[in-house]
């Protein structure tokens, strides 16, 4: 289990570590690219695009137009949290996935190498996504009292269209 929050943000560190170690090899070998400003007009158009789509995921219960709010809001409660749930830490430990992180490099390697350097910039659209629903789901789920989790549980199945479990939120000291 891992919770929706952590998930959100991991992908965050994982695009931008992708990014890191891919774009230097891609301005070493094709050279930095030029403020052309055209191309930078591109990018923030790709990272304004990514923002909204993230607030419209967030904020519509819509199914077609890629609505989660409807998934928070009918997320399956634990019936054993204590049971099931990770160790406080082990949550943010199991979100990073190695496979993101080779897939966003290929991709930025491959594009930069065959469109240039300005193509290395693709692996933004993820960022501002991912940070909007995280930033809206940590929100969301003080606002509820509880936390949202993703995985499977064998022991209770999910419903139809449902993807997420909730556990009551613990109250921590201080």
Not at 86 to 114: N, Q, Y
Not at 125 to 144: A, D, L, Q, T
Request: hydrophobic residues 50%; contains cysteine.
């Amino acid at each position: 289990m891992v919770r929706y929050v952590h998930h959100q943000l991991a992908a965050v560190v994982e695009a931008g570590v992708a990014m890191a170690v891919t774009v230097p090899v891609i301005f070493g070998l094709r050279g930095l690219p030029q403020a052309d400003s055209e191309k930078v007009l591109f990018a923030l158009c790709l990272a304004v695009a990514s923002t909204l789509f993230g607030l419209q995921s967030v904020l519509t219960r819509s199914w077609w137009l890629g609505g989660e709010k409807r998934e928070f809001e009918s997320a399956a409660p634990l019936n054993d949290p204590e049971a099931i749930l990770p160790a406080p830490r082990a949550s943010m430990r199991r979100s990073f996935d190695g496979s993101f992180v080779v897939i966003v490099g290929l991709m930025t390697l491959v594009l930069g190498l065959l469109w240039g350097p300005w193509a290395a910039s693709w692996g933004i659209v993820f960022i501002p996504e991912r940070i909007v629903k995280g930033v809206y789901v940590s929100f969301w789920e003080r606002r509820h009292g509880v936390l949202l989790w993703l995985g499977r549980v064998e022991e209770q199945p999910l419903g139809k269209d449902q993807r997420l479990y909730s556990s009551p939120r613990i109250a921590t000291p201080g």
